[in-house]
């Protein structure tokens, strides 16, 4: 029985994310909604957090960080289909906390963005090029189709020209290496949250997108993936190691690794630390 209320609560936040969160105080149909959380909190906290976020979207004080609360906890339940863990300790959302510079779209043209741009689609790279070049690309209701572009895309060796402006190349390129890195820090923890370091080639473009954003300050989930990646995940992760010299030795074990994708991401990782 949880998996529809999730569903359909999912739907009612996306909407919000569209229309904006001033448009969800004395919303009826969140708020039917909170009841049935609350009744739900007495078999697990999260579902007490959850109608607590609810509430708070709900009322006057009604804010965006309220918001991606309640919608973190909704994809979050949902990703692991419902499952819950009383011992499990509840962690604080991580947002932008300076105000987010942004170029809004309107409504109906957004609607139609997020309904339209697919990864595969054959006109998405022409949307996403528009967005950028007419810089209206820096939406924060977009990020997760940036982000999903990424994951689901296909990739290329895409090339920019003088004006920047990458030819033939298909919206894992276009977004991971055009839009994403042209965005602020605010989107880094919506990349994070959407990251699963089990996951395939798709994920493993995102950790390195997650790099682009980072830097070295990746290392420390660098050094969780060499525990428990993937293999795709694992060969994106050898790459960063690079940045530091400590790493030297587990490049060079990695070198002699039965695993041809992780064999060549640590000899080239070594290659570019040697270079410097």
């Known amino acids: 029985m949880l998996a529809p209320i999730l569903s359909n609560l999912k739907d009612e936040l996306e909407r919000i994310y569209i229309s904006g969160s001033a448009m969800a105080r004395n919303d009826p149909r969140l708020k039917k909604h909170i009841p049935g959380l609350i009744k739900l909190g007495e078999r697990a906290p999260v579902f007490n957090n959850l109608a607590n976020k609810l509430t708070a979207l709900t009322q006057d004080e009604s804010t965006p960080e309220s918001l991606m609360e309640a919608g ?3 994809f979050s339940l949902i990703y692991s289909q419902g499952r819950i863990d009383n011992e499990a300790e509840i962690w604080p959302m991580e947002y932008e906390t300076t105000p987010l510079a942004v170029t809004r779209t309107g409504y109906f043209e957004l609607n139609d963005l997020m309904l339209t741009i ?9 949307k996403l090029l528009n967005l950028y070049e007419q810089n209206r690309h820096n939406d924060p209701r977009l990020y997760k189709t940036y982000i999903k572009c ?3 895309g296909n990739t290329s060796t895409g090339v920019y020209d003088e004006s920047g402006k990458f030819h033939d190349a298909p919206p894992a ?4 290496k055009l839009i994403i890195p042209s965005l602020g820090s605010s ?7 959407e990251l699963n370091i089990k996951g395939g080639a798709g994920d493993a473009r995102l950790f390195l997108v997650l790099y682009s954003k980072l ?4 290392l420390p989930l660098s ?4 525990e428990e990646g993937s293999t795709e995940v694992l060969a994106a992760a050898l790459h960063t190691l690079a940045e530091d010299e400590k790493y030297t030795e587990i490049l060079e074990k990695y070198t002699k690794d039965r695993r041809k ?3 060549e991401a640590a000899a080239k990782a070594l290659s570019i630390m040697k270079r410097g």
């Open 223 to 226: 050094e969780q993936v060499l």
């Open 72 to 74: 973190s906890i909704i």
């Open 173 to 176: 390129d276009i977004a991971g």
């Open 215 to 218: 830097g070295k300050d990746i």
């Open 187 to 193: 989107i880094i923890p919506i990349i994070k949250n």
């Open 150 to 152: 990424v994951k689901l």
């Open 118 to 126: 697919k990864p595969k689609a054959s006109n998405t790279p022409e």
């Open 261 to 263: 994708l992780v064999k």
